[in-house]
């Protein structure tokens, strides 16, 4: 019910929670669990929704699995998202992520924010092409 | 000065607008320049710098084309700017994007934009291993 | 003048920003100031007419007031205001908010800001009934 | 792979975009489809997987159901979304909100946001009670 | 009650509407109430409430009435309320604002947009002799 | 690579940094570097491409000194990135922004996202003084 949650080890976790972080072990092939899910653990139903979606989209698809988290991070920078911009540059590094490819990412972020602006600005009408 | 820019034609453009008209035609290798070139001309020395940037950013690097585009759409899904999100849709579409890549990019923007707000509302700390 | 504002402590406070720390304790029947009121108390003017807006706009009405008070949050967590976030859980609380609202409340947050931009990133138009 | 995705009727669904739709109206006891689902339907993964959470999340709880829409459109407010707060209000009004709790939720809104900019501008530090 | 709220014109105005709406047109010496003014009068408390906060703060004071417009249009950009835009860049016309103001105003919005970015996104902490 | 980024300092930086810092110190006619560009410094393009940015949007023209850095504060408000609030509320005040200037720029920083979400929440159609 507090605004900073505390965080459930597993050794403290209910069935439930423990079933969704197995899964994430398994998943992950690694032997531990990050913060968020400790987090978000205090509700269970929460936890097992979020780790599904998580586990849908970021999974094997038509994108390979560092541009995936390059978007993560991105949108997380955008949003100012200290947290996620670590988690997710972590992960984006494991999958092979480099310096120079996360530079050029957050190059990418900050044009993009203000383009959108002058866009915005000066009421850009949307060329018929586009369309 | 209006909120709403008029668009500069090429016809009615300066010598120091049609320069950087010419130059984004032959980078593009296109015969035609989109709104946001012709209401950005209001102001030659943004026309110039911005042009500049776009095509120091999204020339050639570490990053594959349709990932630099697909960046661009995300934050601009994320920032809620609807010509931003048409123009880099297209320009991505020309460079190779497929609709399951689209798709599977925009999943990535709903669920980052979620799990933000969730890491935010649960004051979650930084685990000392993405430090 | 800071970034950083000094707090301004019920001792030190001119009259001009007892009288408001005074109206504050009276109405929330407290007998302590949060630190919001002190950093705006650096501004008299924007003290008196911020708690002037909060008192008619958080007071009695057609919501009852844990639903205020979560609506508050809710916002702050989109926004990323830590301490707001804090300080309406904390009145939240107070009022009678259950964890599992506070649970429930959150997943919308989360939901609302990825189906935000789902829609913003498909075009959705209007419906007709919702006209 | 449109920006603006084409809207899928019924008619012309696929049996697992049906199957959604089908959900969508007897849980709803409605007999349309808006438009959001539509366009999500060009990504039939992602239209089971979105209503699923929105089942989940939007369904009966710790919160009543006109203050899960009102939360619902109060972010969308802060967003932007256009079509996110004509679809939750006319939720929230076939619901039961009245005018007037719309008008207070929207000051709500307004209040909230401007706040949340003035905590962020002074740098007001946590209070140990909000801890 | 609804989204998009119903124009309250002048003619159809109650007593506590029209003496807020003579109150507008008397300070900013006008014959004419622009729509902002005229959808929230669906809620007479908030008209009066908000167009007292508006009076307050955009009246004369430390700074100049264009710098003032100019910063309702920054703000206004940076968040995509393209009402607010049309509106306060109006004002600031109506003020004196030049066509290379309004064109030097963008540029800073645009570029503050992407430093802010690239500082979250850097994780840049906050130097001694700032604080 | 990291999402927090080394500092790079003057006695470690490379030739090609060393010129920006250079520029840097000169322009703004001190002898130190903030922590901004020595985290940019990590990426040697953005150092330069991004400086050059700031120095001709930021340098001498239409709008006097002090308004330029208080739009970037408004901007930074809004956007919740505490480094820039507080990197160009030094700025601003090395310029002679009074205290008073301060608090009323933050003033009409909580205004106008009040504003703008209203606007946005009732749907104001643009009135066509302002076309």
Sequence with gaps: MSATAP????ADA???VRAVYDD?????KTDWINNFWKA??????SLRRIW???KEVMGPGALDPVTKELLYVAISVT???NYCIASHS???RAK???SAQFAEMLAIVGLANETNRLVTGLGVPVDERFR
């Design 24 to 28: 994430i072990m398994a998943t992950r």
């Design 96 to 98: 092979g992520m480099t």
């Design 40 to 45: 978000l653990a205090n509700d269970p139903a």
């Design 52 to 54: 599904s979606n998580i």
């Design 79 to 81: 949003n100012g998202c």
């Design 90 to 92: 972590a992960s984006a």
């Design 7 to 10: 965080l459930i080890e597993y």
């Design 14 to 16: 209910s069935a439930e």
